[in-house]
């Protein structure tokens, strides 16, 4: 019985870290969920920010549902241990054993849903990236137009004749 509950108490700890990365997770999602509300509602919105808001809409509330099923899942998994370390103490082996099961396996799920959700937040990135390499100002940044020694040097010879010009002209 005492190493039942040892293998239990294991498990333990990890639930609580889990729970607060999902937490997390849910407050970054609510910032970014408040900030979009605040674009969006500017009047300054063109076509193609309302195309990627609805697409980000999408993203963001299934992201939402999936922390919230994780959130759950081990919330209970996390009382699923709780009572399989109260019933090994009370020497209820085997029930304590199929709530242990039944913990494990809500981390799986909470687990596998969160790689999900993961999956969709890196489409979601993807998105931003799309549209920053859709744009053209960033073509002209990276690609800017070369400019040849022989046309450097007459524009300089162009700027010298205008200077002299107005050298000139503020003698008279």
């Known amino acids: 019985m005492q190493q039942d509950i040892l293998i239990i108490g294991v498990l333990f700890p990890a639930i609580p870290l889990m729970m607060i990365n999902f937490g997390n997770r849910y407050s970054v999602l609510a910032t970014l969920i408040r900030n979009l509300h605040d674009n969006a509602v500017r ?49 209820h082996v085997s029930f304590g054993s199929w709530l242990f099961f039944t913990s494990i396996v809500l981390l799986m799920v909470a687990m596998s849903l969160f790689m999900l ?18 744009r053209q100002e960033w073509e002209a940044y990276l690609h800017p137009p070369r400019i040849s020694r022989r046309s450097k040097a007459a524009a300089k010879r162009a700027e010298l004749a205008a200077t002299k010009s107005n050298d000139d002209s503020s003698l008279l």
């Open 117 to 134: 959700e993961i999956q969709i937040a890196n489409r979601a990135l993807d998105v931003h990236l799309s549209d920053l390499e859709d």
């Open 43 to 91: 009047d300054n919105t063109t076509p193609d920010d309302a195309a990627r808001f609805l697409r980000q809409i999408a993203s963001l509330r299934k992201r939402l549902q999936l922390i919230g099923i994780v959130q759950t899942c081990a919330a209970t998994a996390f009382v699923a241990a709780l009572a399989a370390m109260i019933a090994m103490y009370l020497d």
